[in-house]
């Protein structure tokens, strides 16, 4: 880590070096500071031997033709040079090599320029590229303000009760109330200064900011040659800004760079001017410089802002320069430039390592090899549209039956022209209101009806349809759309398949006109919207033209999108205008609530120890008071206007309260005191009409402060506004720990936030979070003009985030289109989690599904929510039909039984094909007799009807069995283990009867053994006989160790030292409640052994710990991490923590909060058995975990199995769209990791790829880390 006091930047100007009396020097100064210089000479062999350290030198060059002289001493000697101590700081000499520095840099760019064919964007384009630029550093930057000023916050009151005098530390005090009441303001004014310099760019022009980046504060706007009579602090406060800026240019050479040559070649000068990079450290630290121009602060307190500044939002800029960038090459600028080669080859240069020509380094042009086209299939776009285009695919799979493929086959995909004529046709009807487009499908159906004999529609225009009509579904019914524009929004389904069908890349480009304008149409029929009636027919005229619009690539988008802009940026700065006069009303009021809260703490110090005259507190009351606020807001604290009224006051109990008398505290005559007073009271409003009586009074109590009858009493202050909240308030064991979490979550709100509010008997109202006061105990909501709707302390907006009065709106500033891409990836992805769960052949549940829906019976019988009976059943006869008329009549009796099972129990029941021949079936019953008599009826309906094939006809039995679940059933598998069992043993008997399971029968033994295991694990935990193994978790496509990680499992040793499989002492665990204990264990453990081993840790990426659902719903199991964490010195990163999906989404909240808390300090998160359970994208988008572990049970027959080789797919497309990586369990063989991998999975795990190992082991492994 670079630990100098001032940050250096490179530069190559060449100079000549003089020691005390001695030889010239060639040299090459290569780097420079605020503090120093580093030479390198030319002729190393030529460095006097006799140098020492801080010998005097002089070094002279020239720049802009410009004779430079530095004084300066020898600091260090090293092999990259001489280190030299600048003697003397010269103003006008550092903007010098400042203004070098930049033209050096300026060349690279032109050099880089000069190579690269140029992109010409037109006007319409720039400014689409800057808005969406703007958007992405004003979300950055409104993110990392509110951190920084979060922590100038604290810094200052930590820096202030360092200080020792009363009025250095007021100082501080007084900056951070400033800070506090003006944080947002200085925010909007530092982003709305940068999005502007941007915006003048685009349009062309040069932003005056460009000239001020090399100059001192005051103003910027001093000549470079009056540099050096700049004032000395106006100097020190540039300088302290500059070096903020150089640390972080430093370290984000290269994308800061990339992003200056793309702006370059994006938005050219017609005269080749040179553009100033507008997100650029310099021109946020300037703009923020600027914005803090007014605040008075010691050059003490500028460093200490400035320094938070840089560790706060300068340190993290490399996180939007990356997207930054990508947007530029989105829009097609120099997307194939490789900025770090040339870097590379510059800085060998430099050394004179290489010659290097002027021309960069170029990512090669060409085909691309089969090999890595191989590969980059399984590389997934994040882009919405291609991830749903993948879904669409997985589901068209798992819906082929047998013969359809055939028929397709058959049959030839319409022509794209035909298609086209037909769209062309459709969209002059709806134009001409011949057809309407009201119903979802419309589309679909109109388009199927036109299709020729013979022909169908292909693959791609399928999907093409189901997403635009997808995409309107969600768009018309978001809630947000005026309902009568609803339909009117439909019609641009037309033009805009039109436009996909000729433009796939429609939804990947984010500034394609079609999708721009889309955009804002909905934007315009948003309810939110201010001039909501207005916009109506604006809507309508829109859709109009684009209907009337009959060229194939519907270029009437690109001719209504102006309009369209200026008319949402009207609205948009319609609505800025009222909530700023909204936020300004607040922080004023927050100002006078500061001021009284200040004043009353002042006149309580200085009046509280003291019986006063009722004159001095019919002053207090009658205009004092009014006049300390007005001099606080005015003047602020510290200026001699605040202070004037706290002195008088303390004049007057010199003079008049008995034994205060000091000749030596005297500082005003009395006559002088008393026109201090009337001077103050008039610049009051007399609104009591008091102020000629108080004058008086005052005046007569001066002359005769002992008058006995002058009545005495103590001041008592007022009320002083609400403050910080309490900090025990929050460990308050009087608030439960539910109502303490809404308060957190309600905190966690952000102003900018949508939210819905909802009142009982009235319509539901959209809410805009317009300002919160610093300490977060008030919340103001603006209606959607930006008007003021209502405020709410805290404790009212957590009350109604936790029943539903108060809903936050996801996503709700997001487009249109970007949210409803978005949703449909959901509802696609839903899709097919739902038909997976489905038997193709019967249309019932699958045995997966089945079980995790008995799990739910289970538990809600348990909780006495309800009763079940469970139903086994297995055909008899399924096997001689299958051996006498074929694979597909077998086929067709199971499909038959499906159909008489859902005619006799109805859609209530939950009933599932569990094997090949085998079904079962929850139903939910009142008492055992209900269900024993479905049993009886459906037993009957499939025994009294034969099945007929052919020429051949079958009287069919079944085997059933029946058994209740309730409060005291046992676990699910347990449950399903025992029917299968009986009924088995009943088909084998020739039993015909309904069998009834019992409790006390022999099936029951299972858990009569897992209860035996509960002394087993406290002794176990006791006696230490748990173990901890790992297994390897290794990259697929990457054998870097940095990557591969090892999952923490655990073993049970027996008392003759046996490894016993640890499912029974788990699940007893569990059911019994020591989980808990056991994951403390094992985490205690594993830390352990990370912190006793920090060479070998270093050689892996760490641990994946499971957490069970005991744990995650233990309030205190929080604070036993983070205890553990302090202990055990760890990388926070290497620690891996797996929640499974079940245990994740019965207590969503709660499971985000837990992962959002130790993401904070560096932790990761893995959702374990996805898959298992519900797997709903909607809950995946809620929890921020890093890695998806597919369910084990899908792995293991996906060679063979299409379903789950479906799944597996789905759920990888998913998961890499949201972000994750995708974790594969159960790998065993070369075919399963080759199948896993040509999916995209990005992990594997299983015994090809490392079997467990006791963690000891690790240590003395020499396991090759890839696969």
Not at 278 to 284: G, R
Request: hydrophobic residues 40%; contains cysteine; charged residues 25%.
């Amino acid at each position: 880590m670079d630990k100098r006091l001032f940050s250096r930047q490179r530069i190559a100007i060449k100079a000549i070096i003089r020691f005390a009396n001695g030889p010239a020097h060639n040299c090459l100064i290569r780097e420079f500071s605020h503090d120093g210089l580093l030479i390198s000479l030319d002729q190393p062999a030529e460095q006097p031997s006799s140098l020492k350290i801080d010998q005097p030198a002089l070094i002279d060059f020239s720049l802009k033709n410009q004779p430079v002289t530095l004084r300066v001493n020898l600091a260090h000697i090293t092999g990259a040079g001489l280190g030299l101590r600048l003697s003397e700081h010269n103003p006008a000499d550092l903007s010098l090599l400042q203004q070098a520095a930049q033209q050096q840099q300026n060349e690279a760019i032109d050099s880089l320029l000069r190579a690269t064919p140029q992109l010409t964007l037109n006007l319409e384009q720039r400014r689409q590229l800057i808005q969406s630029t703007n958007r992405l550093m004003r979300s950055y930057l409104d993110n990392r303000f509110e951190a920084f000023f979060q922590a100038i916050d604290r810094s200052l009151f930590e820096a202030a009760e360092q200080q020792r005098t009363h009025t250095d530390q007021q100082r501080y005090l007084d900056l951070q109330i400033q800070l506090r009441a003006l944080g947002q303001r200085l925010t909007q004014q530092t982003v709305n200064s940068l999005c502007r310099q941007a915006s003048e760019i685009a349009e062309g022009r040069l932003p005056a900011s460009a000239a001020q980046e090399a100059q001192p504060e005051q103003g910027h706007a001093a000549a470079q040659n009056s540099l050096s009579l700049v004032a000395k602090d106006a100097f020190e406060n540039w300088l302290v800004v500059r070096m903020v800026i150089s640390r972080a240019e430093q370290r984000l050479q290269e994308p800061l760079l990339a992003l200056q040559v793309r702006i370059e070649a994006a938005f050219a000068m017609p005269d080749q001017t040179r553009i100033w990079n507008p997100y650029s450290p310099a021109a946020i630290a300037l703009s923020f410089a600027d914005a803090i121009d007014s605040l008075a602060m010691t050059l003490e307190q500028r460093k200490q802002l400035f320094q938070l500044f840089h560790d706060v939002l300068m340190q993290s800029l490399d996180k939007v320069y990356a997207p930054l960038n990508q947007l530029f090459m989105d829009a097609g600028v120099l997307a194939d430039i490789d900025i770090s080669a040339y870097l590379a080859t510059q800085r060998l240069a430099a050394q004179g390592a290489v010659d290097v020509s002027p021309e960069p380094t170029r990512c090669a042009a060409g085909p691309v090899p089969a090999q890595a086209q191989l590969k980059e299939t399984g590389t997934v776009s994040q882009s919405a549209f291609s991830t749903a285009s993948r879904l669409l695919s997985v589901e068209r799979q798992l819906r082929r039956r047998p013969g359809h493929a055939a028929t397709v086959s058959a049959m030839v995909s319409m022509p794209p022209e035909q298609l086209q004529t037909t769209l062309q046709q459709l969209q002059q009807a709806v134009l001409q209101g011949r057809t309407q487009l009201e119903s979802p499908g419309a589309l679909r159906q109109f388009l199927q009806s036109s299709v020729a004999p013979g022909q169908r529609l292909g693959s791609q225009e399928q999907d093409s349809v189901e997403m635009v009509e997808s995409l309107f579904e969600h768009i018309v019914h978001n809630g947000q759309i005026l309902e009568d524009l609803r339909s009117e929004l439909r019609k641009l389904e037309i033009p805009l398949l039109k436009v996909m069908l000729k433009d796939p890349e429609l939804f990947s480009a984010e500034h394609h006109p079609a999708r721009q304008a889309i955009n804002q149409i909905a934007r315009l029929a948003d309810q939110r919207s201010i001039s909501v009636d207005d916009n109506r027919q604006v809507v309508i005229e829109a859709i109009r033209t684009l209907l009337a619009d009959e060229s194939d690539n519907n270029e009437a988008f690109g001719k209504i999108l102006s309009g369209l802009d200026e008319r949402v940026q009207r609205e948009q700065q319609l609505f800025e205008r009222n909530l700023r006069r909204v936020t300004e009303a607040c922080e004023g009021q927050q100002r006078i609530n500061q001021a009284n809260a200040l004043i009353e703490q002042e006149l309580t110090a200085l009046l509280a120890n003291h019986a006063l005259a009722e004159p001095i507190l019919e002053l207090i009351d009658n205009g004092w008071k009014e006049l300390m606020r007005l001099s606080y807001i005015r003047e602020g604290v510290g200026s001699l206007a605040w202070e004037m009224p706290l002195v008088v006051l303390d004049q007057l109990i010199v003079r008049t309260v008995p034994g205060q008398w000091d000749e030596k505290r005297l500082r005003f005559s009395a006559k002088k005191l008393m026109n201090l007073i009337s001077k103050g009271l008039s610049k009051i409003p007399d609104s009591t009409a008091r102020h000629k009586d108080v004058i008086s009074d005052l005046d007569n109590l001066l002359r005769d402060p002992e008058n006995s009858e002058v009545k005495t009493r103590h001041f008592i202050p007022a009320n002083a506004p609400a403050g910080k909240p309490d900090a025990t308030t929050e460990a308050d064991p009087l608030v439960d720990k539910d109502q303490q979490r809404w308060r957190k979550r309600a905190r966690q709100l952000q102003p900018g936030q949508w939210l819905e509010r909802h009142s009982q008997g009235k319509d539901s109202r959209l809410y805009y979070l317009a300002w919160t006061d610093p300490d977060g105990g008030l919340m103001v909501f603006c209606n959607h003009r930006g008007s003021k709707a209502e405020e709410m302390p805290l404790e009212l907006v957590a009350e109604l985030l936790r029943n539903g009065g108060l809903t936050l709106l996801k996503d709700a500033d997001s487009p249109a289109l970007e949210q409803g891409l978005d949703s449909l990836v959901q509802t696609v992805y839903d899709k097919l989690a739902i038909e997976a769960a489905m038997d193709p052949l019967t249309g019932l549940k699958t045995r997966r599904e089945f079980i995790r829906a008995l799990g739910d019976a289970v538990s809600r019988a348990r909780d006495g929510e309800a009763r079940f009976a469970l139903l086994f059943m297995d055909v008899m006869q399924f096997k001689l039909v299958n051996n006498t008329c074929g694979y597909e009549a077998g086929d067709q009796l199971l499909q038959s039984i499906a159909t008489t099972i859902r005619d006799t129990i109805g859609n209530t029941p939950v009933a599932g094909r569990v094997g090949v021949d085998q079904f079962a079936m929850i139903l939910p019953v009142d008492s055992q007799n209900e269900g024993f008599r479905l049993a009886v009826a459906l037993k009957s309906a499939i025994e009294l009807r034969r099945f007929v094939s052919a020429e051949h006809s079958f009287a069919i039995a079944c085997a059933m069995s029946m058994i209740a679940i309730d409060k005291h059933s046992p676990e699910p598998m347990e449950l399903l283990r025992s029917i299968e069992t009986v009924t088995e043993m009943s088909k084998k008997s020739g039993h015909r009867d309904i069998q009834i399971i019992k409790p006390g029968d022999t099936r029951f033994r299972e858990r009569d053994e897992v209860i035996s295991w509960v002394t087993r694990i406290t002794r176990a935990l006791d006696e230490n006989r748990l173990k901890v193994r790992c297994q390897k978790i290794a990259p697929i496509a990457d054998a870097s160790a940095a990557n591969t990680h090892y999952e923490i499992l655990l073993t049970v040793v027996d008392e003759h030292g046996e490894h016993l499989a640890p499912a029974d002492f788990i699940k007893a665990a569990e059911e019994f409640n020591r989980m808990g204990a056991v994951d403390r264990w094992v985490i205690e453990t594993v830390l352990r052994w990370m912190d006793a081993n920090p060479e070998q840790l270093a050689g892996f990426g760490g641990f994946s710990v499971n957490l069970s659902g005991c744990s995650l719903n233990d309030e205190s199991f929080l604070d036993f991490l983070f205890e553990l964490l302090v202990s055990y010195n760890v990388p926070r990163d290497k620690l891996i923590f797996e929640i499974t999906e079940t245990a994740a989404i019965d207590n969503l909240a709660d499971a985000a909060d837990f992962i959002n808390e130790m993401k904070e300090i560096g932790c990761r998160f893995s959702l374990d058995d996805f898959g298992s359970g519900q797997s709903s994208y909607a809950y995946l988008k809620r929890l921020p975990v890093d890695f998806i572990k597919i369910d084990g049970a899908f792995i293991r027959n996906i060679a063979e199995d299409t379903f789950d080789f479906a799944l597996v797919k789905s759920i990888t497309e998913m998961g890499h769209f949201l972000g994750k990586k995708i974790i594969a369990e159960y790998v065993s063989s070369v075919e399963i990791l080759e199948i896993v991998s040509q999916l995209g999975v990005d992990y594997a795990q299983g015994f090809h790829v490392g079997k467990p190992m006791l963690l000891e082991q690790l240590l003395t492994s020499d396991i090759p880390l890839e696969i």
